[in-house]
């Protein structure tokens, strides 16, 4: 645009009725919402009520909804609906057993914990919700600047921001301070990336000054509002009397989204074009689907076995109290039954039964395990060791629910670059035009060789070092003394521009369409006129740029060989170049290939108007823009290839190596090419080198070939496994053969992949990760996906569990994860050390808190052959209401601190994972042995207090509450039975709980009105009942001690071994230093060095590898 044409324009006095854009009827708008979304730019009080305001609401409820939506929610779950249908049956009284409090008290109380947590974090939402739609913003009302509130912001207001402002919305970008029209923003708080990134004003806008900008008209044709940030397709025609233009294409590069901060720019102003929940990040938000642990749909199985028992025993024990009743009921002087019955008289003691019974599931359970579930992710947050001091990054555990599912993984799915890598990049070696530069010793941009022909100024270095300086998203920046530092989102691209930029080619500018690069020396400055951008599908990127000073237009192109080397139009120049690129993938460095192209004029103007066109479709403009892209990416000179390495991080290869000792297998997805991801894949362990190990290869460009190649290798491997002729084989698939043999033979291929414990996959898309994760989940096995980047988002929230790195690329896939971490490294721990716990922990919990509601129900029935099957109970209301919830619940919350064996022990023996992962402490065969346990406990308990109390002349309630004294003791033997470290904590717990039941039924025995009164006193100054006591726990504990000792010495599994060991160690080490210091108080010599070898020898054997052989084993000991 023209400085005479601006003037013009700033001149007119334009009539506001001539001057405003076509009016839209409600018909109109209906059609146009049924095709994609049309903004009126300026427009934006015109049509409020089209489409919704800025006001954000991440809130679940509100004050009139809360309650029944809530209630809803919770009654959605079986359990809460089986115990609101006991509840309700308890109140009918002429059925219930017991007073309907003993119910409706503890679930009440559940109800209310869990809608008060529900309601407190709406709360906080609230106030996050608050106090962003109350922040003041400036909008453009009437042509001028007015400030509002930024919930009262609506589409096609003109947004005004100055530098650390946020954006209250999502606009297009209409102006900024910048002459060339760009405006840097931070995306952090959308991907967690922190560089600075580039927006650009749309071409037709840019030069329009303020007052120009509160009077724009124009019209804007977008899609519906979705959630992908890193694609905007939109179209912008601006009205007369500005410039009649056409329409010209919108992509994200010209957006401002929501939530970004303004930054290096003094002003910039938009047009919102999505607002309040329709932005992109409004509709990203909100809660993620629930994931349902192994331990948790094992708990669903084991509970509906139970409720089949209890419905079995009610049938059983209905049935036989009718039939005494009917029998020998008259017999009795002192039963009272009435003569004349009503109808339903026959369902009465069963549904008696079922009341009682209904204790077998205890109301419990869920919020036991929620509680310790929420202490296994604290234990992850506060872990020192997973906490990185390079970077200050702690491990933070996102999902609370989900700890115990580490402790059962079966198989890793990782990315490579910036998970296994650092995803730091240096420029290592280069070839240009056959002539490779860099070696062992040096890298390229010191090889004397390439400094020489730089400084002959050869035209292929030149041409070589021109296209990585220009062919680029970088953005230079430059520091108050004058040096050049570069901002990019790929690692990749700054190595490259850093290089040229070592070599003298240096990227010194970069506006909306001009770069500016000093080669040797001499500025050269190029317009771009077009982008085609990198897409996971083409794999390069190319622009077209006219060089100022001749006038001359090219094609500058990067991308993967494949990509490159099928638009050359020299086959030999691609079988040289193609030889050196697998030399340096073999080294595991990473590869680039670079082109270039003259292009004529009437070429170029002829492929403009096809892109053009394709860039303005609001549907499928992706493809068609790949399409056009074709047309011009052919006939390319292969200049040559660069290759840049990415070290490994610390620790990569030994945690590898632990996980797969601890039985899990690994798939690695990356997108490089298959030489350098096999190279990663030896070094980080993932496969045994030759000749223990060998990778297969599953290639192959059409449908055919990829099957026949699946075939082979699934022979190969086959073979392999039958004749045990390696120790590891692991197959290698691409992209390409990936696609093909998900489609057409995903039966064939998954035969393959279950006979290998490694898989590498090259070459592929994040689609394609995801749909590896969803195979393998299929297969049933337990799954864990990490990465590092946005491209790893759909992988991790697809797998089971899902673990994101904070690396370079940002802090998307952390945010997206269900566990962050600094390094892999710390995967060893999380998976070995807080897994492994946190699935021991889960499974006793879970099966204990049923065994101890199974005991008392068990009593129960007992005690009903001895009242006549009637359906009676032998606890009141509060003492059944009091077991659950106060008595038994806090010695096993206690469990959540139990460590089965040392850490350091389960990091040097990983293989005990393989216990968690055959789920062996929790299946139906450990819940039997649970099972059986509660009923000998329950007939222990019965028997000996009426034995004890046959001839005692005491009230009902004095033997439900030695009964009751009995459970208690029990419990507290058989938590401290199954406890294998004992913390300060844990005493307290276990001992004081004990304490708390006696001082709680002691002071409840002073009140007259509770039923209760003088009852604990005179239990407690009898000695049968401290009689009756010792025999329980002497008969209910002896034979279970008995039978631990046995297992313990005499058929010890790995970790009971691991467990003596310890034991061992730490009672020798308590030795050697009384030892020590015995002989230090003695004499002031010291002990031999062959003592104190054999010392240390003997107090580290815990550590020590483990035979193979129980038998050894045991002999060993």
């Known amino acids: 645009?023209?400085?005479?044409?601006?003037?013009?324009?700033?001149?007119?006095?334009?009539?506001?009725?001539?001057?405003?854009?076509?009016?839209?009827?409600?018909?109109?708008?209906?059609?146009?919402?049924?095709?994609?979304?049309?903004?009126?730019?300026?427009?934006?009080?015109?049509?409020?009520?089209?489409?919704?305001?800025?006001?954000?609401?991440?809130?679940?409820?509100?004050?009139?909804?809360?309650?029944?939506?809530?209630?809803?929610?919770?009654?959605?779950?079986?359990?809460?609906?089986?115990?609101?249908l006991i509840a309700i049956l308890q109140l009918w009284p002429l059925i219930t057993p017991v007073n309907p409090a003993s119910?409706?008290?503890?679930?009440?109380?559940?109800?209310?914990?869990?809608?008060?947590?529900?309601?407190?974090?709406?709360?906080?939402?609230?106030k996050l919700d608050k106090q962003a739609n109350e922040r003041m913003v400036w909008v453009v009302k009437k042509g001028v600047k007015t400030r509002i509130q930024a919930q009262d912001i609506h589409v096609g207001d003109i947004v005004w921001l100055r530098e650390k402002d946020e954006v209250p919305c999502d606009m297009i970008l209409l102006g900024s301070s910048d002459p060339q029209g760009v405006c840097y923003i931070e995306t952090s708080t959308i991907d967690?990336?922190?560089?600075?990134?580039?927006?650009?004003?749309?071409?037709?806008?840019?030069?329009?000054?303020?007052?120009?900008?509160?009077?724009?008209?124009?019209?804007?044709?977008?899609?519906y509002p979705d959630r992908d940030i890193r694609r905007f397709d939109a179209n912008l025609r601006l009205f007369p009397p500005f410039i009649d233009t056409d329409y010209f294409p919108i992509t994200v590069n010209n957006?401002?989204?929501?939530?970004?901060?303004?930054?290096?720019?003094?002003?910039?102003?938009?047009?919102?074009v999505y607002t309040g929940n329709e932005t992109k990040l409004g509709m990203s938000r909100g809660l993620p689907s629930p994931k349902l642990t192994a331990v948790d749909a094992m708990i669903d199985k084991l509970t509906g076995a139970i409720f089949v028992f209890q419905v079995v025993v009610v049938i059983i024990l209905g049935f036989a109290g009718n039939a005494w009743k009917s029998t020998e009921a008259d017999k009795l002087?002192?039963?009272?039954?009435?003569?004349?019955?009503?109808?339903?008289?026959?369902?009465?003691?069963?549904?008696?039964?079922?009341?009682?019974?209904?204790?077998?599931?205890?109301?419990?359970?869920?919020?036991?395990?929620?509680?310790?579930?929420?202490?296994?992710?604290?234990?992850?947050?506060?872990?020192?060791?997973m906490y990185d001091e390079k970077t200050d990054t702690p491990a933070v555990a996102t999902n609370t629910a989900i700890s115990e599912d580490l402790g059962q993984i079966e198989y890793i799915l990782t990315d490579k670059t910036g998970t296994l890598t650092e995803n730091l990049m240096v420029f290592k070696k280069c070839c240009i035009k056959g002539s490779c530069y860099g070696d062992s010793t040096r890298d390229a941009v010191k090889d004397p060789a390439l400094l020489r022909a730089l400084n002959e100024n050869d035209p292929e270095v030149l041409k070589f070092l021109t296209v990585m300086a220009v062919c680029n998203t970088v953005v230079p920046s430059r520091s108050p003394n004058g040096s050049i530092s570069y901002k990019a989102q790929s690692q990749d691209e700054e190595a490259l521009v850093s290089a040229a930029s070592h070599l003298r080619v240096v990227l010194l500018n970069k506006a909306a369409n001009c770069v500016e690069v000093s080669v040797l020396g001499a500025v050269l400055e190029f317009d771009i006129l077009d982008v085609l951008e990198f897409t996971s599908d083409r794999k390069k990127m190319s622009v077209i740029v006219r060089e100022r000073q001749t006038g001359e237009l090219k094609l500058l192109t990067k991308g993967a060989d494949e990509a490159i080397f099928s638009s050359v139009h020299n086959d030999q120049q691609v079988r040289r170049v193609a030889e050196i690129v697998d030399q340096y993938s073999q080294m595991g460095l990473r590869t680039l290939c670079l082109a270039w192209r003259d292009i004529r004029e009437e070429e170029y103007h002829d492929w403009s108007r096809k892109f053009k066109e394709a860039s303005s479709s609001i549907v499928d403009r992706e493809w068609k823009i790949a399409e056009v892209c074709v047309l011009m990416e052919r006939n390319l000179e292969l200049l040559g290839a660069t290759a840049i390495e990415d070290k490994l991080q610390d620790g990569v290869a030994e945690t590898i190596e632990s996980l797969r000792d601890a039985g899990?297998?690994?798939?690695?997805?990356?997108?490089?090419?298959?030489?350098?991801?096999?190279?990663?894949?030896l070094s980080c362990n993932f496969v045994l080198p030759e000749p223990q190990g060998q990778l297969l290869y599953v290639q192959g460009a059409t449908q055919s070939d990829v099957g026949a190649s699946l075939e082979r290798v699934l022979r190969t491997m086959q073979i392999s496994s039958t004749e045990h002729k390696y120790q590891d084989v692991a197959f290698v698939i691409d992209g390409l053969a990936l696609e093909f043999a998900l489609k057409y033979y995903r039966q064939l291929f998954a035969e393959l992949a279950s006979l290998c414990r490694t898989a590498i996959c090259c070459r592929v898309t994040p689609s394609q990760k995801a749909q590896l994760v969803h195979l393998v989940k299929s297969w049933e096995f337990r799954t864990l996906a990490i990465g590092d980047g946005g491209n790893d988002v759909r992988m991790i929230q697809e797998a089971h569990v899902g673990v994101g790195i904070s690396g370079r690329e940002g802090l998307q896939a952390a945010r997206a994860a269900d566990y962050s971490l600094a390094k892999f490294r710390f995967l060893k721990r999380l998976i070995l050390v807080h897994g492994r716990y946190s699935y021991n922990r889960s499974a006793f919990l879970s099966q204990y808190s049923i065994y101890k509601s199974l005991v008392l129900c068990f009593i129960q029935i007992f005690f009903s052959f001895v009242s006549g099957i009637s359906g009676t109970s032998l606890f009141n209301s509060f003492s059944l209401m009091a077991y659950n919830v106060l008595y038994t619940s806090v010695p096993v919350m206690a469990s959540v601190l139990d460590?089965?064996?040392?850490?350091?022990?389960?990091?040097?023996?990983?293989?005990?994972?393989?216990?968690?992962?055959?789920?062996?402490?929790?299946?139906?065969?450990?819940?039997?042995?649970?099972?059986?346990?509660?009923?000998?406990?329950?007939?222990?308990?019965?028997?000996?207090?009426?034995?004890?109390?046959?001839?005692?002349?005491?009230?009902?309630?004095?033997?439900?509450?030695?009964?009751?004294?009995?459970?208690?003791?029990?419990q507290a033997f058989v938590v401290a039975l199954e406890t294998s470290s004992f913390t300060t904590i844990q005493h307290i717990a276990i001992g004081g709980n004990l304490v708390a039941f006696y001082i709680f039924n002691l002071v409840a025995s002073t009140v007259k009105w509770g039923g209760m009164y003088t009852i604990m006193f005179r239990i407690c100054s009898q000695r049968a009942y401290w009689l009756t006591m010792l025999l329980i726990v002497g008969a209910g504990i002896g034979p279970i001690a008995a039978l631990k000792f046995f297992r313990f010495f005499y058929r010890p599994s790995l970790i009971n071994i691991l467990q003596y060991r310890e034991r061992r160690a730490r009672v020798t080490e308590a030795n050697a230093t009384s030892s020590s210091n015995a002989a230090s108080a003695t004499s002031s010599g010291s002990t031999s060095s062959s003592q104190r070898a054999a010392q240390d020898e003997e107090s580290s054997s815990v550590y020590q590898p483990l035979l193979l052989s129980t038998k050894d084993r045991t002999k060993r000991q």
């Not at 009682?356 to 060791?385: E, G, R, T």
């Not at 899990?664 to 894949?681: C, E, P, S, Y």
């Not at 968690?916 to 000998?936: K, M």
């Open 1 to 84: 645009m023209s400085v005479e044409l601006l003037r013009r324009m700033a001149e007119i006095k334009e009539d506001e009725e001539d001057a405003r854009p076509p009016r839209i009827s409600r018909d109109s708008s209906n059609k146009e919402k049924n095709s994609g979304r049309c903004v009126y730019i300026n427009e934006g009080d015109r049509y409020p009520d089209l489409y919704c305001n800025n006001r954000v609401s991440n809130t679940k409820y509100n004050l009139w909804n809360f309650l029944p939506k809530n209630l809803w929610e919770q009654f959605g779950r079986f359990m809460n609906k089986y115990f609101l």
């Open 103 to 126: 119910t409706w008290g503890p679930l009440l109380l559940i109800f209310s914990v869990s809608a008060c947590k529900e309601a407190w974090d709406d709360y906080n939402r609230y």
């Open 192 to 223: 967690g990336e922190t560089d600075l990134k580039t927006r650009v004003v749309p071409s037709p806008c840019i030069g329009l000054n303020s007052e120009l900008l509160h009077k724009i008209k124009g019209i804007i044709e977008c899609g």
């Open 255 to 272: 957006t401002l989204l929501q939530s970004c901060f303004i930054r290096n720019t003094e002003w910039a102003c938009g047009v919102a």
């Open 333 to 385: 002087w002192y039963v009272h039954y009435p003569k004349a019955a009503p109808w339903y008289e026959f369902i009465v003691i069963p549904l008696r039964f079922e009341l009682l019974c209904s204790i077998m599931i205890p109301i419990s359970i869920k919020v036991s395990l929620d509680l310790a579930k929420s202490m296994y992710a604290k234990f992850i947050d506060w872990d020192l060791h």
């Open 664 to 681: 899990i297998n690994f798939w690695m997805l990356t997108g490089d090419k298959q030489l350098t991801a096999a190279q990663i894949a």
């Open 899 to 970: 460590k089965d064996i040392d850490e350091k022990t389960v990091l040097q023996h990983p293989q005990i994972l393989k216990y968690c992962q055959a789920g062996r402490l929790l299946n139906p065969s450990t819940f039997a042995g649970w099972f059986g346990r509660a009923l000998f406990h329950g007939a222990v308990v019965f028997l000996i207090t009426m034995h004890v109390y046959v001839n005692e002349k005491s009230e009902m309630e004095e033997v439900s509450l030695v009964a009751l004294s009995g459970c208690i003791w029990l």
